[in-house]
């Protein structure tokens, strides 16, 4: 069974760093691309960032390029997002997730809160 589960989320003032976790269970992590999506609230899913399953090629949006990293921990099957200079804007519940043989899997969500 595919679990996902982040962890890290909390609340910041603007300017601030967070590091978000997504632990992986139930598949071949190194296999797989990995994605970082976040839902504001009241809006809805946006795409963040994606890391391929080696870990050597990784996409932003434009709202998170420069201050966002996307890494992960093949031997820990732990995916990884390192947030810096937040903004307001950038609050969210932030999900990982898998597209594994032809289903997309999520875990529960972590809250990040941006504010002064």
């Known amino acids: 069974e595919v679990q996902l589960v982040e962890s890290g989320g909390g609340l910041v003032q603007p300017g601030g760093s967070l590091r978000l976790s997504c632990a992986a269970s139930?598949?071949?992590?190194?296999?797989?691309?990995m994605s970082w999506v976040r839902q504001a609230p009241g809006k809805g899913l946006e795409w963040v960032s994606t890391?391929?399953?080696?870990?050597?090629?990784?996409s932003y949006a434009d709202s998170v390029k420069g201050r966002f990293t996307i890494s992960r921990d093949n031997a820990k099957n732990t995916l990884y997002l390192q947030m810096n200079s937040l903004k307001p804007e950038d609050t969210a519940v932030y999900y990982c997730?898998?597209?594994?043989?032809?289903?997309?899997?999520w875990g529960q969500g972590t809250q990040v809160t941006v504010s002064s």
């Open positions: 997730n898998v597209q594994y043989w032809g289903s997309v899997y």
């Open positions: 139930g598949f071949t992590f190194s296999s797989y691309d």
């Open positions: 890391i391929n399953s080696g870990g050597g090629g990784t």
